[in-house]
């Protein structure tokens, strides 16, 4: 009989014969073993047919695994055996241009820039980086972290642990272990962890049925360093921050979308070769993430190069954005006397004139923009220029009430606001000129 | 037509004198004057009463809440009809059951109620409701809130769909009561990531699977591995829900609930509603050219009896088949009644494509009688609250009887008479029922099919299931036997999408091993989701939506787009960003696309040969098939005189489907008896083949849509069949037109002797003298062809030739048959 027939002989029997009265029992539990097995028989015709010239016969390939070459050592862990490669790195290790150490205790906004609000303390040394490589990059609850680095200062080294899932189901030692980490630290950092890393093990942690307490602060990366370098470099990822701010290029490193099959394929062969890479590129993460914290505090304490007015100026809006506004005041104006940056000079008046403003300064601000429109060479941006004129504008209408000049700005801002705004405008000062000139 | 005493019932029921002066308005006024006019009450076929029954109420159950019976109190409900307090009690003992009851016979309240009353016991409660539809989520969403505001319940009701904004998400998953979502969403958007949804699964003590009759076919039966997926998924978070199902009237409610689980299911059928007296009426539209049996439109007989129905005040649905028809009849039946100073915006279309807003501002209205007339696909036959009509009027035959009643359920008052009215079209089946209108009532309503272990979705499920959770030796999947589900997952071990390890304690384990995520590649529906939108090129606006089957025929360039009584005309079709754009236009036609059918078969698993009555044996088979379909042009139709005043060209990738199908091929031998020139014949056996298909749907008793049928000729050249299969000679394919098939291919080759026999009888009977839409059809349309045809007797002889030969019947006793 053909698995259609099969299929069929189901159909037509069971699918479609108990019409008209309703079944007594469907369940499979209380259905006699003779039931069982008419149904195993159609269920294995059926799957027979599925696989029908499709089907992998070389299936020896699954056979016990040889973890003799993986990286790192089995330690101990309570009952259990994690599988764990340990590094060291002392005083006056770097990464790139920048030192893996904690010397961006020395500078006390840090954390708050990296997070976005004011913290009210600076963080300690006492941290803890995690990043995992996983089994998939969509998420949900069957992916797998088979990797999990974490970093962490004692003393005067930076130290790194990464634990590796030999295989599937023995992952909850490895999760009891980052938890009481994760616990231990006073803060956790991370590189996109809000969103990937940390749901990813909390999932797992409720698979898994172990307890995870939340990290009393988790200072994402991603997210801090888009805040103060996203001016200064094309895209937000680690290996482009890595490049243009840290100064190091990986060699040979995988690919992260060669990472899930890279373990699927260490599972079916016990091939570790590429287990070794990707333990190489888990430890570059961990060790550019540790830089990063240096560069940014370095970055955010003074600028390193002309080309970091950028940088300066995201620092200005940062200090804004906390609402230190004579820091933000201070920022904005090294940013204008940076004198080779001219449309970042001009944001930085914009920035400027802003404070200003909320201060009531409105003289101040008109100056400072005009100052640095004074320099107008034909480089200035259109988008930034006009919103120049539009705040001029509007200062000199509605504040310094000087209507020539509002006029004059007013002409000049149009493609900013809808057109029919920035008539009105026109017009308006225009029909208040007329007036006054009556009143004379 | 009626015979006398059927009309006398008729005068009874109408008002006793007219009084000229006032304006007739209600149900009984227009009955009587449909009776007194001879052009309506000729071409009424079929008048069944069905009398209204006074129902049966019960006090409010005592172990509800104090809060509930206040609350049900202060909207005036005392007590409850007998079946709600029958479904309250079974689901309140944790048993679970199906109610299969009429429309407006307060379903909702039969699972709103333990729900409610479990929340107010312990607010940590949580309750999954499914819909198959977003707009059905919303409506009970709303519905349920004002219950809970009234109960004093401060759980939520949250809607979870692809719509919810980010934080309503957020706030679903940690505080929602209940969870209001689609299979669909349950599926791909919280199985996968249930770690996260941990407070739901583990306080879950209901899901409610609400219009348990759409989840058919493959669509039920995948649903039926998503409740599998979802019942281990509980389990494993410590919950065991009771499932309440609810279902409009079908054949098999408890069976079809039944499979749905794997467990047994309580059946609550007995409804406690008290109805008001319903009349129900055939209307077949009269002939308009006897030579071809064509008979007048039936969108434009329903135009007339809604817009006499409308005038006389009386509330009315129109069920069109099509969300071109219903646009159609729209324009019809406003440019109709504008002439009886009746405003436009009292009547209005109601169809999936309209955004949500629009829906329910239409929904509102016509609850709170502003629209008068609404005219509606079949989104209006699902539980949307529109409060109670006074008339229906289907055009057409929606493709089954469960369908038909579900329509007809819109219309009735508790007390008030009430008019339902199915108008039939041209098409064989509507003609059969014409024919036999007591089927209506006589042969009770379809079952619903599902096969939860067909196994191409059942392994797709598996894959999502050990997504969701590793697998170990003597856990369960529904009801799946353990040793099945052992080879299922080794399956997938051999396939290396899963990984089969020891644990500590030596049990075999299997976990997901690939880097997809299974569900994203798993549809429910055999019909993408992936909607094209339809973008106004006059102001860049989106108006509406479709889905992608849909496009094809109905979003081609060029083509009329017709939406809320406007036309609108496909300028660009950017098939890969899923886009059109349209721009408005006053055509006098619309559009009409024409498809091919390409068949290549794949596999025979049947093979069979029939016997006939001239000694010839013609051949059946039953097996895998590919299908192209292809849209080869459109037609412009005119509006009015739905004359085809044009064609156009239409360049769009091809549709392919791979199916299950059914074949029966003429031997060469038989098609020179036949003694005409082959093109002839096989166009006489394409007439053939369509009531073969017309017979199949009524007597497996499924939508015709549900199958396709072609005919194909190996030596005419035109077609390519796949070498190695000896179909040489003219072949009938009827088939699944769902991917996979849902198994209806082989009770067609099972049940092919009465199903040919019953072909046959159909062309016999008709009363056409050369062959109508209602028997064989028309002809391919290749003049030559007709040319010649008329040389060698009618198409519809040749037809029946064929059809006495493969039905084994010597004409002589056809002759008796047939007088």
């Given at each position: 009989m053909s698995h259609i027939k099969r299929r069929l002989a189901r159909l037509n029997g069971s699918g479609g014969r108990q019409e008209d009265e309703a079944p007594k029992t469907i369940s499979a539990k209380s259905s006699g073993g003779a039931l069982d097995g008419v149904k195993l028989a159609q269920f294995r015709g059926r799957l027979r047919g599925l696989g029908r010239g499709k089907r992998n016969e070389d299936s020896s390939l699954i056979a016990d695994i040889e973890r003799v070459d993986l990286p790192g050592v089995e330690e101990n862990f309570g009952q259990s055996k994690i599988q764990i490669v340990r590094e060291t790195f002392h005083g006056k290790a770097s990464h790139g241009d920048f030192m893996?150490?904690?010397?961006?205790?020395?500078?006390?906004?840090?954390?708050?820039?990296?997070?976005?609000?004011?913290?009210?303390?600076?963080?300690?040394?006492?941290?803890?980086?995690?990043?995992?490589?996983?089994?998939?990059?969509?998420?949900?609850?069957?992916?797998?972290?088979?990797?999990?680095?974490?970093?962490?200062?004692?003393?005067?080294?930076?130290?790194?642990?990464?634990?590796?899932?030999?295989?599937?189901?023995?992952?909850?030692?490895?999760?009891?272990?980052?938890?009481?980490?994760?616990?231990?630290?006073?803060?956790?950092?991370t590189f996109n962890g809000k969103s990937y890393d940390l749901p990813l093990i909390r999932s797992r942690c409720v698979l898994g049925r172990v307890k995870l307490r939340e990290p009393g602060l988790h200072l994402d990366l991603l997210h801090g360093c888009r805040r103060i370098f996203g001016g200064i470099t094309t895209d937000g990822r680690l290996t482009t921050l890595e490049r243009d701010i840290?100064?190091?290029?990986?060699?040979?490193?995988?690919?992260?979308?060669?990472?899930?099959?890279?373990?699927?394929?260490?599972?079916?062969?016990?091939?570790?070769?590429?287990?070794?890479?990707?333990?190489?590129?888990?430890?570059?993460?961990?060790?550019?993430?540790?830089?990063?914290?240096?560069?940014?505090?370095?970055?955010?304490?003074?600028?390193?190069?002309?080309?970091?007015?950028?940088?300066?100026?995201?620092?200005?809006?940062?200090?804004?954005?906390?609402?230190?506004?004579?820091?933000?005041?201070?920022?904005?104006?090294?940013?204008?006397?940076?004198?080779?940056?001219?449309?970042?000079?001009?944001?930085?008046?914009?920035?400027?004139?802003?404070?200003?403003?909320?201060?009531?300064?409105?003289?101040?601000?008109?100056?400072?923009?005009?100052?640095?429109?004074?320099?107008?060479?034909?480089?200035?941006?259109?988008?930034?220029?006009?919103?120049?004129?539009?705040?001029?504008?509007?200062?000199?209408?509605?504040?310094?009430?000087?209507?020539?000049?509002?006029?004059?700005?007013?002409?000049?801002?149009?493609p900013l606001e809808e057109r029919h705004l920035s008539q009105k405008r026109v017009s308006r000062i225009e029909s208040k000129m007329m007036r006054l000139q009556v009143e004379a | 037509?009626?015979?006398?005493?059927?009309?006398?019932?008729?005068?009874?029921?109408?008002?006793?004198?007219?009084?000229?002066?006032?304006?007739?308005?209600?149900?009984?006024?227009?009955?009587?004057?449909?009776?007194?006019?001879?052009?309506?009450?000729?071409?009424?076929?079929?008048?069944?009463?069905?009398?209204?029954?006074?129902?049966?109420?019960?006090?409010?159950?005592?172990?509800?809440?104090?809060?509930?019976?206040?609350?049900?109190?202060?909207?005036?409900?005392?007590?409850?009809?007998?079946?709600?307090?029958?479904?309250?009690?079974?689901?309140?003992?944790?048993?679970?059951?199906?109610?299969?009851?009429?429309?407006?016979?307060?379903?909702?309240?039969?699972y709103n109620l333990p729900v409610l009353q479990a929340l107010s016991e312990a607010p940590s409660t949580r309750a999954l409701y499914l819909f198959p539809t977003k707009a059905l989520s919303r409506d009970q969403e709303e519905n349920l809130r004002g219950l809970m505001q009234d109960c004093g319940i401060h759980a939520g009701a949250v809607t979870y769909d692809g719509d919810t904004p980010a934080d309503a998400r957020r706030a679903a998953r940690n505080r929602g009561g209940v969870v209001l979502t689609n299979p669909d969403m349950l599926h791909t958007g919280i199985l996968p990531h249930h770690a996260s949804w941990a407070r739901l699964f583990s306080e879950l003590k209901y899901v409610v699977v609400d219009e348990l009759h759409i989840y058919r076919g493959v669509f039920g039966s995948h649903l039926a591995n998503v409740l599998r997926r979802l019942k281990r998924i509980a389990n494993f978070h410590g919950a065991d829900p009771t499932f309440i199902f609810a279902s409009a009237t079908i054949g098999n409610p408890a069976e079809h609930a039944g499979q749905m689980i794997g467990e047994s299911v309580r059946l609550v059928s007995e409804s406690g509603a008290p109805t008001g007296d319903k009349r129900v009426l055939l209307?077949?539209?009269?002939?308009?050219?006897?030579?071809?049996?064509?008979?007048?439109?039936?969108?434009?007989?329903?135009?007339?009896?809604?817009?006499?129905?409308?005038?006389?005040?009386?509330?009315?649905?129109?069920?069109?088949?099509?969300?071109?028809?219903?646009?159609?009849?729209?324009?019809?039946?406003?440019?109709?009644?504008?002439?009886d100073k009746i405003s436009p915006e009292q009547i209005h279309a109601y169809?999936?494509?309209?955004?949500?807003?629009?829906?329910?501002?239409?929904?509102?209205?016509?609850?709170?009688?502003?629209?008068?007339?609404?005219?509606?696909?079949?989104?209006?036959?699902?539980?949307?609250?529109?409060?109670?009509?006074?008339?229906?009027?289907?055009?057409?035959?929606?493709?089954?009887?469960?369908?038909?009643?579900?329509?007809?359920?819109?219309?009735?008052?508790?007390?008030?008479?009430?008019?339902?009215?199915?108008?039939?079209?041209?098409?064989?089946?509507?003609?059969?029922?014409?024919?036999?209108?007591?089927?209506?009532?006589?042969?009770?309503?379809?079952?619903?099919?599902?096969?939860?272990?067909?196994?191409?979705?059942?392994?797709?499920?598996?894959k999502c299931a050990a997504f969701e959770l590793p697998f170990e030796v003597g856990h369960t999947f529904g009801d799946v036997p353990p040793e099945g589900l052992v080879d299922g997952l080794e399956y997938l071990v051999e396939n290396k999408l899963l990984y089969r390890s020891e644990s500590e304690d030596g049990v075999t384990m299997y976990h997901w091993a690939a880097d997809a995520y299974p569900a994203n590649h798993v549809s429910l529906r055999s019909v993408s989701w992936d909607n094209f939108v339809i973008i106004d090129q006059e102001n860049e606006k989106t108006i509406a939506e479709m889905d992608w089957r849909s496009t094809h025929t109905m979003l081609h360039e060029q083509a009329i787009y017709q939406h809320m009584?406007?036309?609108?005309?496909?300028?660009?079709?950017?098939?890969?960003?899923?886009?059109?754009?349209?721009?408005?236009?006053?055509?006098?036609?619309?559009?009409?696309?024409?498809?091919?059918?390409?068949?290549?078969?794949?596999?025979?698993?049947?093979?069979?040969?029939?016997?006939?009555?001239?000694?010839?044996?013609?051949?059946?088979?039953?097996?895998?098939?590919?299908?192209?379909?292809?849209?080869?042009?459109?037609?412009?139709?005119?509006?009015?005189?739905?004359?085809?005043?044009?064609?156009?060209?239409?360049?769009?990738?091809?549709?392919?489907?791979?199916?299950t199908s059914f074949w029966l091929t003429i031997p060469n031998e038989m098609v020179t008896q036949l003694d005409a020139p082959r093109p002839v014949v096989v166009d006489a056996l394409r007439g053939f083949a369509k009531a073969l298909h017309t017979v199949s749907a009524v007597g497996l008793m499924t939508d015709p849509k549900d199958l396709g049928h072609t005919v194909k000729d190996p030596q005419t050249g035109e077609e390519t069949l796949d070498e190695g299969h000896s179909l040489y000679a003219p072949t009938v394919f009827i088939y699944d037109k769902i991917p996979g098939g849902v198994g209806l291919a082989p009770r067609i080759f099972d049940e092919r002797d009465g199903l040919v026999k019953g072909a046959y009888l159909l062309i016999e009977r008709c009363t056409c003298r050369h062959g109508c839409p209602a028997c064989i059809g028309p002809s391919i349309g290749d003049d030559q062809i007709s040319q010649e045809t008329q040389n060698f007797g009618s198409r519809k002889s040749l037809s029946l030739r064929i059809g006495s030969w493969l039905s084994n019947h010597p004409s002589e006793v056809i002759d008796d048959v047939a007088h």
């Open positions: 893996v150490d904690s010397l961006w205790r020395d500078y006390p906004k840090l954390g708050n820039f990296l997070n976005g609000a004011d913290l009210g303390e600076n963080i300690g040394p006492n941290v803890l980086f995690l990043d995992t490589e996983t089994t998939g990059l969509a998420g949900g609850t069957g992916t797998i972290p088979f990797m999990i680095g974490l970093g962490y200062f004692q003393g005067g080294t930076f130290n790194t642990e990464q634990l590796i899932l030999r295989q599937p189901g023995q992952e909850k030692p490895i999760l009891r272990y980052v938890a009481e980490k994760i616990e231990a630290a006073d803060a956790l950092i840290l100064g190091f290029i990986r060699e040979d490193d995988i690919p992260g979308a060669e990472i899930p099959e890279a373990y699927f394929e260490f599972l079916r062969s016990g091939e570790t070769k590429k287990i070794h890479q990707i333990a190489k590129h888990n430890l570059w993460d961990l060790l550019a993430m540790a830089a990063l914290m240096n560069a940014s505090g370095l970055y955010t304490h003074k600028p390193q190069s002309h080309d970091d007015a950028r940088v300066w100026l995201a620092v200005a809006k940062l200090n804004r954005r906390l609402s230190w506004d004579t820091d933000a005041i201070e920022r904005a104006k090294e940013v204008c006397a940076c004198s080779d940056a001219a449309n970042v000079a001009l944001q930085g008046a914009l920035l400027l004139a802003q404070m200003y403003r909320r201060q009531k300064l409105y003289r101040d601000a008109a100056d400072c923009l005009e100052m640095i429109l004074a320099k107008d060479d034909g480089a200035f941006d259109s988008a930034p220029l006009n919103e120049a004129h539009l705040v001029l504008a509007k200062i000199y209408e509605h504040q310094l009430k000087d209507l020539t000049k509002a006029l004059h700005y007013a002409r000049l801002s149009p | 037509m009626l015979n006398s005493n059927q009309r006398s019932e008729f005068a009874q029921s109408s008002p006793d004198r007219r009084e000229p002066w006032k304006k007739m308005t209600g149900v009984a006024a227009v009955l009587q004057k449909w009776l007194g006019t001879g052009r309506i009450s000729n071409n009424l076929v079929f008048d069944h009463r069905v009398g209204a029954a006074e129902g049966q109420s019960l006090p409010l159950p005592s172990h509800l809440s104090a809060t509930i019976h206040k609350a049900l109190g202060a909207k005036e409900i005392p007590s409850l009809y007998s079946h709600q307090a029958q479904a309250v009690d079974y689901a309140m003992k944790g048993e679970h059951l199906v109610i299969a009851t009429p429309t407006a016979s307060g379903k909702s309240l039969c209307y077949n539209p009269p002939v308009v050219n006897a030579e071809l049996g064509i008979r007048e439109s039936c969108v434009k007989a329903a135009v007339r009896l809604a817009a006499d129905l409308v005038r006389a005040d009386v509330s009315t649905i129109v069920f069109g088949q099509s969300r071109n028809g219903v646009e159609v009849m729209l324009k019809y039946l406003r440019e109709r009644l504008a002439r169809r999936g494509g309209y955004l949500p807003g629009k829906r329910r501002e239409i929904e509102k209205n016509l609850r709170e009688g502003r629209i008068k007339c609404v005219v509606a696909t079949n989104a209006l036959e699902l539980g949307i609250d529109i409060g109670s009509l006074d008339a229906v009027v289907c055009a057409g035959y929606p493709g089954s009887i469960a369908s038909v009643w579900q329509r007809f359920g819109r219309a009735g008052r508790r007390r008030d008479l009430s008019l339902a009215v199915l108008v039939t079209n041209s098409s064989p089946v509507d003609q059969f029922f014409a024919h036999f209108p007591e089927a209506l009532v006589e042969s009770g309503t379809e079952h619903a099919r599902i096969d939860p272990d067909n196994i191409e979705i059942f392994i797709q499920h598996l009584g406007e036309q609108f005309q496909v300028e660009k079709l950017d098939f890969d960003n899923h886009k059109a754009f349209v721009r408005k236009v006053k055509p006098d036609y619309y559009t009409d696309a024409m498809t091919y059918v390409r068949v290549a078969v794949l596999d025979q698993d049947e093979g069979e040969v029939l016997p006939t009555s001239i000694g010839i044996n013609a051949q059946i088979g039953l097996g895998e098939v590919n299908l192209t379909e292809k849209i080869v042009g459109y037609k412009k139709i005119k509006y009015n005189t739905h004359e085809n005043v044009g064609y156009g060209d239409v360049r769009l990738p091809d549709m392919q489907m791979h199916t």
